[in-house]
């Protein structure tokens, strides 16, 4: 019992959880380790040293000298922080499937930010998501952990906020060219639904000012604004 208590000391976070769930359907083989499979929380047990030493390309003896284990029956359970060192070790010596598996996956999500998202619900009925959902989606729960496998993976470090600044801003040139030259085009055709989209454009920006939310608090009912709507007056004779 002390050592499950010992080993059960530390936990991952679930972009961790993701990303070592996918390492494990990945590159390792239940015969040779399962994740979730022991009485500790996020640990790992061993069950093949020699096939995972051969997957990870080194011995267990360096992993088992920074985290906690110990052995029974044959098999080796490790603590969560084993875990996540087995995951990254793993990814370092068989990289290509899993930066395939992430960009296969920021693929769907990139369409899926454009469009949203279509699925079954539980009553059988097809919906869709919106865009703006799938984005919150990505950036919260997608994004950091694929970076986290970008990581594991070496040489392929997960992205700085400098860089994805930059990339933003670059981004948003590009883009403000591409429109520019669409509503040229547009005005052409149509100089008053040209002229509405450069206007929106040109009004509803995102700048660092409007960005960070505000929140107010509510009305009252006398500080409502008033709203006159006019109404079309009978003739009088």
């Known amino acids: 019992m002390a050592n499950w208590q010992r080993l059960d000391q530390s936990s991952l976070d679930e972009a961790e959880e993701w990303a070592v769930e996918e390492v494990f359907l990945l590159l390792i083989p239940g015969d040779v380790a399962t994740y ?24 267990l003896n360096a992993l088992l000298e920074q985290v906690e284990w110990f052995e029974h029956d044959d098999v080796i ?61 990505y950036r919260q729960r997608l994004r950091p952990y694929h970076e986290l496998l970008r990581q594991w993976c070496g040489g392929h470090r997960s992205i700085t906020v400098y860089e994805r600044l930059t990339a933003a801003e670059a981004e948003v040139r590009r ?41 107010d608090r509510p009305l009252a009912p006398w500080e409502l604004p008033v709203r006159e709507i006019p109404v079309r007056r009978g003739r009088s004779w």
């Not at 093949?48 to 080194?58: G, Y």
């Not at 969560?80 to 999500?109: F, Q, W």
């Not at 429109?179 to 929106?200: F, G, P, S």
Request: proline share 4%; with cysteine; glycine share 4%.
């Open 36 to 59: 979730c499979g022991s009485r500790v929380k996020d640990g790992t047990t061993v069950r093949d040293r020699e096939a995972l030493e051969q997957l990870m390309r080194c011995s």
């Open 175 to 215: 883009l403000n060219i591409l429109l520019a030259r669409a509503v040229d085009t547009l005005a052409e055709h149509n100089k008053i639904h040209a002229d509405i989209y450069e206007r929106e454009h040109n009004e509803e920006r995102i700048t660092p000012e409007n960005v960070r939310p505000i929140v």
């Open 77 to 137: 359970e490790l603590s969560a922080d084993g875990t996540l060192i087995v995951a990254e070790y793993a990814c370092r010596a068989n990289p290509v499937p899993v930066l395939d598996k992430v960009m296969a996956s920021e693929v769907e999500a990139r369409e899926h930010c454009k469009r949203g998202k279509t699925y079954k619900s539980h009553d059988g009925e097809e919906r869709t998501t919106t865009p703006e959902r799938e984005y919150e989606w």
